[in-house]
C-alpha cells in the first residue's frame, strides 16, 4: 500500500558547477605565455652555437696536434701550452698579470671605499661638481692619458715597472668604482650607524662592524671589475713596460704574431691560459656580482 508521504514528489538538487580557481591578485596572464617553445628555444639555440663555436674552434686548435686538419682535436695534445709557458715565457707572463690584477683590486677596493663612504654621508660645497666630474670622466678613452701619465712616470722613474701598470689601471678604474660604492652605501639605512654611535662605537668602528658587512655584494662587483680589467687591458702595458720580463699577458699574446706567420696553436694555447682565471673567478662571484651591480645601479 502506497501511503501519501510516498506519493510526494522529491526536489531534485543538482551540485552546483566547479568554480575555477581565482587567480591570485596582481597575475596577469601575459601574450608571450602562449608562444610555442620552439619559437623561444631556437632562437637561443642559434645564438648559442654562434657563441661556442669560436670557443670550439679556439680549443681545437690549442688541443690538437701541430699539422692537423681534423675537426676533432684527437688525439689530444698539450704540446701547444707547453710550448707558450715554457719557450714563450707565459709563466712570468702570468705571475705579473696576476700581481696586477691582485694589487690594482686591492687599491680600488680601498679608495673606492673611502671615497664612496665619504659621498654617501657628507655633504660639502663641490659634492655635485665632484660627482659630475667622476661621471665625465668616463667618457674620456684611455689612449688619450698615455701621454700625460708617460711624463709622469718618467719624472718619477716608474717606466718600466709594474707600479706604473698598477696605478695607471687604479686611476682608471677609480670614478666608476667611487660611483658605485657611493650608491650602494645609500642603501645602508644610516640609523643602522647612529644606532652602533649610541652603543658606544666611533664612526670608524660602526663602518667596519655594522656597514662594511653588508657592503660585501658591492666590493665584490667592484673587486672582480677591476682585476678583469687590469688583467685583459693591453694598451697600459705594451707603453709603460718594456722590459720582457716585465710584460703581461695581453703584451704575451700579442709577441705571438709576427708579419710572416702566425702559430695558431700557441696562440689558442695562450688564449685559452688568459681565459681560464677570468672565467674562474666570475663561476664563483657571479651571485655576488649580480647583486652588487643591481644594488649599486640603484639611486639613492
Known sequence: MITKDAERTVPVTFAPAAEEPPQRPGTVRRAWD???RWQIYLPLGIYLVFTLVPFYWILLFALRRPGSTSLVPWPITFEHFEKVWNER???????NSVLVGVVTLLM????????GYALARFDFK?????????????FVPGALLLV???QIFAELRMINSLGSVILAETVFQLPLSIILISNFIKNVPYSLEEAAWVDGCNRFTA??????PLLRPGLIAVGSFAFVHSWNHFLFALMFLSNQEKQTIPVGLNTLLSADSVDLGALAAGGIIAAVPVVIVFAFIQKWLIT???????KG
Open 89 to 95: 715565457s707565459f709563466g712570468t707572463y702570468f705571475q
Open 126 to 138: 663641490i659634492k655635485r661638481g665632484f660627482m659630475l666630474a667622476l661621471l665625465c670622466s668616463q
Open 292 to 298: 652588487g651591480f643591481s644594488a649599486g645601479a640603484v
Open 108 to 115: 680600488t677596493t680601498l679608495v673606492a671605499l673611502a671615497g
Open 34 to 36: 602562449e608562444v610555442p
Open 148 to 150: 700625460p701619465l708617460f
Open 207 to 212: 663602518f667596519r662592524v655594522v656597514v662594511l
